[in-house]
């Protein structure tokens, strides 16, 4: 990637991470699935994208929502099709994909906001219950031994502010270009990888070497909950400074961590855009140990009773 290009991505990309609020509303740029229903059912003007398997969405779905390929939602006819004025809820089968893809929108512009627990936070669908159990029985080893370095305080939220029309072509070329090379399938499906596969890479001697993981959360959840063995702690906002990028190899798997797979995720498109080799750990560290975070998200999955249509 040419050097002009790649500044120009970290720098929307840092001003996106900029303005995303940590605390409030929408907190993370996010909702969860009962915030959904509440706002929907007062009336506000969202515009629902749905990025679930075309079945799925044809079983059920949120009146009024787009359906999208998540391979396809960057192609320049697609996001034609995206209103430019209109706040953007993002949804899908477990959180990941919407996650990555509000990432990608917030970059080209659009007010974003990803469905985090996805349709099993807002209806209850097959997969709900075993989602439930997944959570409550994650029981993965982590630790407890404080980062290796302090990330200073920032001064919040900046102002969401659009890239400049100069800017839109290239970005949305380059968005479109890591949309396409998703996988469909296999281990790291959708740049997505569950606990299980990531233990088991971690357990291998030889795959272990080639992955290196990001964990975005804050420096006294990453000790006081504990973490994923060998994890490396990096505040979100503070993800893509220089001395953040320093730490990021060239070659190896980078696996994102953190709450729910929210942020991790909408930071694993910005990674990728820039030519790294990212996934996102998928609903982050509520389904790989049980942590102060699961009590929302299991939250959100068992009182889900949204309302879908099939036409």
């Known amino acids: 990637m040419e050097s002009g290009f790649y500044e120009l991505i970290v720098t929307r990309a840092r001003q996106v991470i900029d303005a995303t609020p940590m605390s409030g509303r929408h907190t993370a740029n996010s909702l969860w699935g009962r915030e959904l229903r509440e706002l ?26 787009l359906h999208m390929e998540f391979s396809q939602w960057a192609a320049p006819e697609n996001l034609k099709r995206l209103p430019a004025d209109r706040r953007i809820a993002v949804i899908c089968e477990t959180g990941d994909k919407a996650s ?11 007010d974003a906001l990803a469905v985090k627990t996805g349709m099993p936070g807002y ?14 029985s994650a029981c993965m080893p982590v630790q407890r031994k404080p980062p290796s370095r302090s990330w200073p305080e920032t001064n919040g939220p900046a102002r969401f502010e659009k890239p400049v029309e100069s800017e839109i072509e290239l970005l949305v070329s380059r968005a479109a270009e890591v949309a396409a090379a998703a996988p469909a399938s296999g281990e790291f499906a959708a740049h997505i990888i569950n606990p299980a596969e990531l233990a088991a890479l971690l357990g291998d001697p030889q795959a272990s070497g080639n992955v290196f993981l990001l964990d975005l959360r804050r420096e006294e959840d990453f000790e006081g909950v504990g973490h994923i063995p060998g994890a490396v702690q990096v505040d979100f906002e503070h993800a893509l400074s220089d001395e953040a990028l320093a730490l990021l190899p060239d070659s190896a798997k980078i696996v994102t961590i953190c709450y729910t797979g929210n942020l991790a995720a909408q930071l694993t498109t910005m990674l990728r855009m820039l030519g790294y080799d990212a996934a996102v750990l998928a609903h ?16 959100d999955l068992e009182t889900a009773d949204g309302v879908l249509v099939t036409r």
């Open 40 to 65: 929907l059912a007062q009336g506000e003007d969202l515009f629902i994208l749905d990025l679930r398997e075309k079945s799925s969405f044809e079983s059920g779905h949120i009146k009024g929502s």
């Open 100 to 110: 990555q893809v509000t990432g990608g929108l917030r970059l080209l512009g659009y």
């Open 123 to 136: 209806a209850r669908t097959e997969s709900t219950d075993e989602l439930v159990e997944a959570i409550r």
């Open 284 to 299: 982050g560290m509520v389904q790989w140990s049980r942590t102060p975070t699961a009590h929302q998200y299991l939250k």
